[in-house]
């Protein structure tokens, strides 16, 4: 049996292992993307050019021709979209304890600088960090859209995968999945958790009042969590 060799869409959210999901499918011989990042391609700009398109309307992005498989925002939140244009392609749902998973968002994301992708998400939200109400918009979407993508692929077993990096970090599943040998290259670690700097927050407030970085409007009925 020959390894697959159509497209592929990792569509688990922020934060559920996306990146070793990145990794893993690099080692398996797939040309692939993750996310918007610059430098991660040409013309890659933090997503501002993808947004524009997407909500515009137009969801063939440019990225669909110069790869073969997909990690990260923007293409997990347009999901249905990107069905309806590869409806034999496979899916990969990464996903992770909901509490760990929440707790991950938070510690990685505070004091961080505010991308595109995440405002175009959540908004005022973008920062889970920043209060209560920002860290439960976070779990009501990562809910909504798990639950989402397990009803609509619970009919189509045999091109959709839920996999979660953190409790089985090995190949066997995924390369089940591809029909792909599994590799002698070790299972990738990407993307583990470093701490916090103490002087990012500085940093990060020094660069938005010079104007260098945008930052979230500030809303004086809201206060922020202390670190």
């Known amino acids: 049996m020959a390894q697959y060799d159509g497209k592929i869409f990792g569509i688990g959210f922020y934060k559920t292992g996306t990146t070793t999901l990145f990794e893993a499918l690099r080692i398996l011989g797939y040309h ?3 996310g918007d990042k610059p430098g991660s391609y ?5 997503g501002e050019t993808l947004i524009r398109q997407i909500d515009a309307g137009d969801f063939r992005l440019p990225t669909f021709e110069q790869f073969d498989a997909f990690t990260d925002n923007p293409y997990f939140r347009i999901w249905r979209e990107i069905y309806a244009q590869f409806p034999g392609a496979r ?7 909901e509490a760990a998973w929440i707790a991950s968002c938070v510690t990685f994301y505070r004091d961080r600088r505010i991308r595109p992708m995440r405002v175009w998400m959540f908004g005022n939200h973008a920062d889970p960090s920043r209060d209560a109400a920002s860290r439960q918009a976070w779990l009501d979407a990562y809910r909504a859209h798990n639950a989402a993508v397990r009803e609509f692929f619970a009919t189509r077993p045999d091109q959709y995968l839920e996999l979660d990096p953190t409790r089985e970090p ?3 599943r995924l390369c089940a999945f591809f029909g792909a040998p599994i590799p002698v290259q070790p299972w990738p670690h990407a993307n583990a958790r470093k701490r916090n700097r103490p002087w990012r927050r500085v940093w990060r407030q020094l660069r938005r009042s010079l104007g260098l970085e945008a930052g ?12």
């Open 32 to 34: 692939t993307v993750n």
């Open 42 to 46: 040409p013309g890659a700009d933090d």
């Open 91 to 97: 899916y990969i749902l990464t996903v992770r304890d």
């Open 170 to 172: 090995g190949w066997d």
């Open 216 to 227: 979230l409007p500030d809303d004086p009925d809201r206060e922020r969590d202390a670190p």
